[in-house]
């Protein structure tokens, strides 16, 4: 495995490989990114993972400088997981000046996720149409735990006409059910034991979707309320399309049930995709 730091030795070390399976990170990589990385080895002849904290993804007041920064013991993990190369790049790299032009998104991008970080998803895709010019890979593989940040960077390849096929990973969760995150770590002992509730809370309800209630809003502002009493800060709960991610309506079949919420100073995201044809 080689790790690189510049885009000219990745552009060299990349010209003769006849199939090129991506996967982008912000390293601290747990069993989540290493599934990423199986499916991407299942994808391409070589692998390449990059890791690099991307500061236009982070608002003002969010976790850019206590992120956690593990390059040795993520590329350990890489190396044993069979990757090729890892990308690592320093902030100068990415942007040699100040970045300037930034990708405009849908307006679905200022809902769910959005609507808390103004400008997160247009950071997203601004870093992420720059690694895939800088990799320049045939496969990128994304997780579904960002199941906003998927659904946006297939737009993204789809309407700028990338020639990448998204490969989506699933969901990798603790023994508890607990989706695994880069950000679980943040979390004390009790708000860990805790933690599981938001996969549990959206478990009810998908349970409730499928026993044929129809007031999505009543679900979610009862889920809202059950978990607040418990002691979190809910972003938001959300029903929504699977395959357009607006709110769902009686007429989709497919649908995901969205969760964004607090422990203390910890945001934890999950979703469960369903469907209504049993
Ligand atoms: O999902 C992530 O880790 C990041 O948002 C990504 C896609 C690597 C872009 O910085």
Redesign the pocket.
Known sequence: MQVISTVAELRQRLDQQASVAFV???GNLHAGHLHLVELAKQHGQCVVV?I?V?PL?FGANEDLASYPRTLQADCEKLEAAGVDIVFAPAEKEVYPAPQTISITLPPIADELCGASRPGHFSG?AT??LK?FNMVRPDVAV??KK?FQ?LFL?RELVKQLNLPIEIVAGDTRREEDGLAMSSRNGYLSDAQRLEAPRLQRALKLVVEAVQKGNQDYTAIEAQTTQFLTQLGWIVDYISIRSAETLHPAEKPDRKLVALAAARLGKTRLIDNIEFSLDS
């Open positions: 982008p990170t912000m990059s690099f991307n993804q997203v870093v992420v690694l994304f997780g960002d940040q960077i």
